[in-house]
């Protein structure tokens, strides 16, 4: 891992909920950004303290190994309470719009839906709003934090699946992403006292499945799906890929 918690800014700031909800998502998009010299981060709104396996303690850990496989610049932990998401506090959303302004990213991804587990709604919802209250100058988080306007906002999947409005190409990031996914063990395998969950039944295998049938859509062998709420922009048609 390339960590550098300076005050420079992020190319892409990616939350989510827990630790291990980027990785899911989008574990090799910033693998493969980070390869190119990007600066890439992720934000984990809560701890998982209420995870059916493992330790806040185990999970931290885990994060740190994750992030190594995928290059991050920066991992910000926060602690919002995990299930408590809804109704957000102002003051919690406060800390979440300092982040976006303490690292400026011109890009951020926020869990989008469908999803089975609100908290994951719940959070691309906050992060919708602070990405909106990180630009309004009288809004309040930080008085050593200066405004600042998001490029653009995009969603990414964990449980769920739907027609993404554009894929990344990961095909060269697959093992990046296996490994960083494997760097949960607690919670993707089934260890002495375990509890069986969706998360230890062979739930890397369903990620990486669903790449692989974004990935054919698109051409190519593997590939992430994205949704955005605005027409995203090309240039030229004949020039660059994502």
């Known amino acids: 891992m390339k960590r550098n918690n300076n005050l420079e800014s992020l190319d892409i700031l990616a939350f989510g909920a827990h630790p291990d909800d980027v990785e899911i998502g989008m574990a090799g998009t910033?693998?493969?950004?980070?390869?190119?010299?990007?600066?890439?981060?992720?934000?984990?709104?809560?701890?998982?303290?209420?995870?059916?396996?493992?330790?806040?303690e185990t999970r931290q850990d885990e994060a740190e190994e994750a992030a190594r496989h995928m290059g991050l610049d920066v991992r910000v932990q926060l602690e919002l309470p995990d299930r408590g998401l809804f109704p957000i506090q102002p003051e919690d959303m406060a800390k979440v719009t300092a982040v976006i302004r303490k690292y400026k990213p011109t890009i951020v991804f926020a869990p989008g839906s469908p999803d089975r587990h609100p908290d994951h709604i719940h959070a691309?919802?906050?992060?919708?709003?602070?990405?909106?209250?990180?630009?309004?100058?009288?809004?309040?988080?930080?008085?050593?934090?200066?405004?600042?306007?998001?490029?653009?906002?995009?969603?990414?999947?964990i449980n769920g699946v739907s027609q993404?409005?554009?894929?990344?190409?990961?095909?060269?990031w697959q093992e990046q992403k296996r490994k960083a996914l494997s760097s949960y063990r607690s919670q993707f395998e089934q260890l002495a006292g375990s509890v069986v969950?969706?998360?230890?039944?062979?739930?890397i295998k369903s990620v990486e499945a669903r790449d692989k049938v974004f990935g054919s859509q698109a051409g190519v062998k593997a590939a992430e799906g994205f949704q955005t709420k605005k027409p995203f922009v090309v240039t030229n048609l004949l020039e660059g890929t994502l």
């Open 30 to 56: 910033l693998a493969k950004y980070s390869a190119m010299g990007k600066r890439v981060g992720i934000c984990n709104l809560t701890r998982a303290e209420l995870s059916s396996n493992g330790t806040v």
């Open 124 to 157: 691309g919802n906050i992060v919708e709003e602070a990405v909106f209250n990180a630009r309004i100058y009288k809004y309040q988080c930080d008085e050593e934090l200066s405004a600042h306007k998001v490029r653009d906002l995009y969603t990414y999947y």
């Open 164 to 172: 993404p409005d554009f894929v990344v190409d990961i095909t060269e």
């Open 197 to 203: 969950t969706p998360l230890n039944a062979e739930y």
